[in-house]
C-alpha cells in the first residue's frame, strides 16, 4: 500500500458529456442506501440530505463517494467537537478531510480510497454510526482517548483491510465488540478504558494479532483456556474482574509474548508451571509470583506487589541477569534469598511492607500472624499446575477502577493525564508499554500529515 500525497493538488480533468452509469456503480449505489437507511431511521442522521448532496458531486471512483456518504454521517452522529478536528469536512474532496488518509487501493494501484483515519485525542462526543462500514477500504482507524459512546455497530464486519483499530479511552458499552473477531486482517487491537463487559470471547486468542489491549473495562468470568494459542507479543488484560485461573496453555506463548500485564484482575490460585516457558519476557506484572520466574532470563520488570506471598523472595527471581525493576512490597514474605540483599548496582527494587526481620519498613507482628501471611498450599489450587502464589486476600473481590485520562489533542497516544473537558472523567494513563505497530503520533493537520501505520507498511 503506497500513499498517495494529500499535498499535491492532481490536475481537474476535463469536463465531459454525462455517461450512463455502469452497473458497478448502479449495484454500489443500491448497496450503500441498503446498509445506511436502517441506521439513519434509527438516529438523528439525515441520509435523504447526503445522498443528495453526493448526487451533485463529481467523484474520481465510486469508493470515495462512499467515503463521503460514510463520513458525512459520521459527523451528523457528533455531539461536540470542542478543537475542530471535522470542521472542514465539507465537500466532496474527502481525501483532504481532518485525520483521514488516502492511499492507492490495495486492488487497483490506479485509484485512490480512504484507507486510514486518525482521530486520536480529539474529545469529540458522538458515536459510530453503521455507515461506517461503508469505508470498505479502510486499514487504520483511531480514535483513542475521545468520548465517543454506544457499541460498535455490526456494520464494522465489512472492513476486511483493518490492520489496527484504536477505541480506547472512551466510552463505549455492551459486551466485547465480537464483530471484530470477524476482521481477518486485524493486527493490532485496543479496547482499554471503556466500560465493555461479560466475558472474554475464546475466538479472540485464535486470531493472528501481534497487540492486544483489554485493561481497564469491566471484563469477567475469566481467561479463556485457549489464551496460548495467541501469537501476541504485548497483551495487557489489567483492571477487570476476570477472577479464576491463569491456563496452562500460557506456556505455547513462550516463541511471541514479549510483554504480559494481568495486574487487578482478582485471580485466583498458583500461577501454572509453564509461566517459565516464556522465556522472551521483558515486562511481567501478574501479581502473583512463581519460582518458575527464574526461567525468565529475558525479564527486566517485574511487579508482584499486594498480594500474599509467604515464605521466601526467591534468589533465583533477583538473580535474573537482565531484571532492573524489582517490587515485592505489601506481601508476607519472611526472608530474602541472598541475591535479592545484594540486588543493587543500578538496579531498583522495593520490599517494603512485608514480615522480614531486621529490614526497615515492615507490616506489624500483628499482621504477619494474621490469616493473611499464612502460606497456601498450592496442591490445593484448582487451578493446577502447583506454581508457588497464594489465592488473592479475600477482602478483595473487585478490581480497581480508576479515573479515565483526560484527552488533549496534540499529547501522545497513551490515554493523556492533562485536564479534561468539563463533565469529562479521567483515568491513569496505562503502563508504558513497547507497541507494535505503534499508532500515529502528531496532531492531526488535515492535508499535510501521513500517519504513521502507511510510513512503515506497505503493501
Not at 69 to 78: M, S
Not at 254 to 270: A, P, Q, R, S, V
Amino acid at each position: 500500500m503506497t500513499l498517495n500525497s494529500t499535498t499535491r493538488a492532481r490536475p481537474t480533468p476535463p469536463p465531459t458529456r454525462w455517461r450512463r452509469p455502469s452497473i458497478v456503480f448502479l449495484i454500489l449505489t443500491l448497496l450503500t442506501y441498503q446498509i445506511s437507511i436502517t441506521s439513519a431511521q434509527e438516529s438523528n442522521i439525515n441520509l435523504d440530505d447526503i445522498q443528495t448532496d453526493a448526487n451533485k458531486f463529481n467523484f474520481e471512483n465510486p469508493n470515495l463517494r462512499q467515503a463521503y456518504i460514510a463520513l458525512q454521517a459520521w459527523k451528523q452522529a457528533i455531539f461536540s467537537d470542542p478543537f475542530n478536528f471535522t470542521a472542514n469536512w465539507t465537500g466532496p474532496d474527502v481525501c483532504s478531510y481532518g485525520g483521514v488518509f488516502c492511499a492507492a487501493s490495495t486492488s487497483n494501484s490506479s485509484i485512490r480510497v480512504v484507507a486510514g483515519i486518525d482521530l486520536n485525542h480529539a474529545d469529540i462526543a458522538g458515536y459510530l454510526p453503521d455507515e461506517l462500514g461503508l469505508l470498505t477500504d479502510l486499514a487504520l482507524l483511531h480514535i483513542n482517548s475521545n468520548r465517543f459512546c454506544g457499541v460498535v455497530p455490526e456494520s464494522f464486519k465489512r472492513l476486511k483491510l483493518l490492520f489496527e483499530l484504536d477505541l480506547s479511552n472512551n466510552r463505549f458499552v455492551g459486551g466485547f465488540p465480537k464483530v471484530v473477531i470477524s476482521l481477518p486482517s486485524l493486527k493490532f487491537l485496543d479496547l482499554r478504558f471503556n466500560d465493555f463487559e461479560g466475558g472474554v470471547p475464546t475466538k479472540i486468542f485464535d486470531k493472528k494479532l501481534d497487540a492486544l489491549f483489554l485493561n481497564d473495562n469491566r471484563f469477567r468470568f475469566g481467561i479463556p483456556e485457549n489464551l496460548g494459542n495467541s501469537p501476541v507479543s504485548v497483551l495487557v488484560m489489567a483492571n477487570n474482574n476476570l477472577g479464576g485461573c491463569i491456563p496452562g496453555s500460557i506456556g505455547k506463548m513462550g516463541k511471541t509474548l514479549n510483554e504480559l500485564i494481568l495486574m487487578n484482575d482478582n485471580l485466583t490460585g498458583c500461577l501454572p508451571p509453564q509461566i517459565g516457558m516464556l522465556k522472551k519476557l521483558t515486562v511481567f506484572d501478574v501479581r502473583p509470583l512463581a519460582a518458575e520466574i527464574s526461567r525468565m532470563r529475558s525479564l527486566e520488570q517485574l511487579n508482584v506487589a499486594h498480594n500474599r506471598f509467604t515464605g521466601e523472595v526467591p534468589g533465583g527471581v533477583c538473580g535474573l541477569p537482565r531484571l532492573q525493576n524489582f517490587t515485592y512490597s505489601y506481601n508476607y514474605f519472611t526472608t530474602e534469598a541472598a541475591q535479592c540483599r545484594r540486588f543493587g548496582g543500578g538496579k531498583v527494587y522495593d520490599g517494603k511492607e512485608n514480615c522480614i526481620p531486621n529490614k526497615r519498613d515492615q507490616r506489624s507482628a500483628k499482621e504477619c500472624s494474621s490469616d493473611d501471611a499464612k502460606a497456601f498450599d498450592c496442591r490445593k489450587s484448582k487451578c493446577g499446575g502447583g506454581g508457588f502464589s497464594p489465592v488473592p486476600s479475600r477482602s478483595r473481590t473487585k478490581p480497581i477502577r480508576k479515573p479515565r485520562p483526560s484527552v488533549k489533542p496534540s499529547s501522545p497516544p497513551p490515554p493523556p493525564k492533562s485536564k479534561s473537558s468539563p463533565g469529562g472523567r479521567s483515568r491513569p494513563p496505562p503502563p508504558p508499554l513497547l507497541l507494535p505497530p505503534p499508532p500515529p503520533t502528531n496532531k492531526v493537520s488535515p492535508g499535510t500529515r501521513e500517519p504513521e501505520f502507511f510510513r512503515n507498511v506497505a503493501a
